[in-house]
């Protein structure tokens, strides 16, 4: 983002986040061969002007990703990138472009680089195939409206033409944009409305995401039509069918406490909101079985403004 928890899951005790994503991390990171494991991280002006970088390089050895999509790699060239993912064992990678707000893959196996596209977007994606998988990474401008539906528009052409022809897509990275499925809680998050309606009712109406002060969804709603599935979602839902509004704030991807405005956890409870996202065309979504925001341990408090998304998939 560029624009600026009990046994029972009370939300002024983090016990059941804690014990919920342990279990999770410690399911992702015992899958063996048999499963693909799949992350996304927006890793903030590049781990923070690198900063994080060590508590990054950390983490991500530990949850052991075959495959990585990396947004804001901030002055990283591709031959950067290459040379850093062996600090994580990816010998395989690939960049966007030769700098500014880069973005990234990287992978244990060969990287196919199909498309390198900036036309018509802010940022832009990357189209690779690795791993049997055409996976594209991408990073969409949360300025307005009408730029935002360009780059969906075109997200969703290319999905939509891969799926007719029989290839299983993974689309994943920092969409500034939410699910309609996330209304419920994303409503009742006043302060981040009263942060940000200011800022967007200087905008054309046209350009407003928020509207009669309550987020809207066009953008997610385009890209979900490609056809595509929200695996994080998805793995939710089945494990929470009714959600309470705290159990909801586990699907937050942004902003983490490093961030002055939500340095304590009270702070940040009402500023929580999902941008970030792996999505899957629907028979690789059938292969899911584990999909979530990691949200512990607390390291990731402190490497990027984002948490990270991995997913993983019966190969």
């Known amino acids: 983002m560029e624009s600026d928890r009990t046994a029972k899951f009370s939300p002024n005790n983090p016990i059941t986040l804690i014990r919920y994503t342990l279990?999770?991390?410690?399911?992702?990171?015992?899958?063996?061969?048999?499963?693909?494991?799949?992350?996304?991280?927006?890793?903030?002006?590049?781990?923070?002007?690198?900063?994080?970088?060590?508590?990054?390089?950390?983490?991500?050895?530990?949850?052991?990703?075959?495959?990585?999509?990396?947004?804001?790699?901030?002055?990283?060239?591709?031959?950067?990138?290459?040379?850093?993912?062996?600090?994580?064992?990816?010998?395989?990678?690939?960049?966007?472009?030769?700098?500014?707000?880069?973005?990234?893959?990287?992978?244990?196996?060969?990287?196919?680089?199909?498309?390198?596209?900036?036309?018509?977007?802010?940022?832009?994606?990357?189209?690779?195939?690795?791993?049997?998988?055409?996976?594209?990474?991408?990073?969409?401008?949360?300025?307005?409206?009408?730029?935002?539906?360009?780059e969906a528009n075109q997200l969703h052409a290319l999905v939509t033409k891969l799926h007719k022809e029989g290839h299983e897509v993974i689309l994943m990275g920092d969409f500034n944009a939410h699910a309609s499925s996330d209304k419920a809680w994303l409503d009742n998050q006043q302060p981040l409305l009263g942060r940000r309606s200011p800022g967007d009712a200087k905008k054309r109406p046209e350009d407003r995401f928020i509207v009669n002060g309550k987020y809207t969804f066009p953008i997610m709603n385009r890209i979900f039509e490609a056809p595509l599935h929200d695996v994080v979602r998805v793995q939710f839902d089945t494990k929470y069918p009714k959600p309470t509004y705290a159990q909801s704030l586990m699907l937050a991807s942004y902003p983490t406490r490093v961030l002055e405005h939500v340095r304590t956890v009270e702070l940040q409870r009402g500023f929580l909101e999902r941008i970030d996202f792996i999505l899957t065309t629907p028979s690789l979504a059938k292969r899911c079985v584990l999909a979530r925001v990691a949200r512990e341990p607390a390291v990731l408090e402190t490497i990027s403004d984002h948490y990270p998304v991995f997913a993983v998939f019966e190969r």
């Open 23 to 150: 279990f999770l991390f410690f399911s992702f990171t015992a899958t063996g061969a048999e499963k693909l494991k799949v992350l996304n991280y927006n890793v903030f002006n590049s781990h923070r002007h690198g900063k994080s970088y060590e508590a990054a390089v950390k983490w991500v050895n530990t949850v052991k990703p075959d495959i990585a999509g990396w947004q804001e790699l901030v002055g990283w060239n591709e031959a950067k990138l290459k040379k850093l993912a062996n600090d994580w064992h990816h010998p395989h990678a690939a960049a966007l472009k030769s700098g500014g707000y880069n973005i990234g893959l990287t992978s244990r196996t060969p990287i196919e680089v199909v498309a390198r596209h900036q036309k018509g977007f802010w940022h832009g994606y990357l189209h690779c195939r690795t791993a049997g998988l055409d996976v594209i990474v991408c990073h969409l401008w949360p300025g307005g409206v009408r730029q935002q539906m360009s």
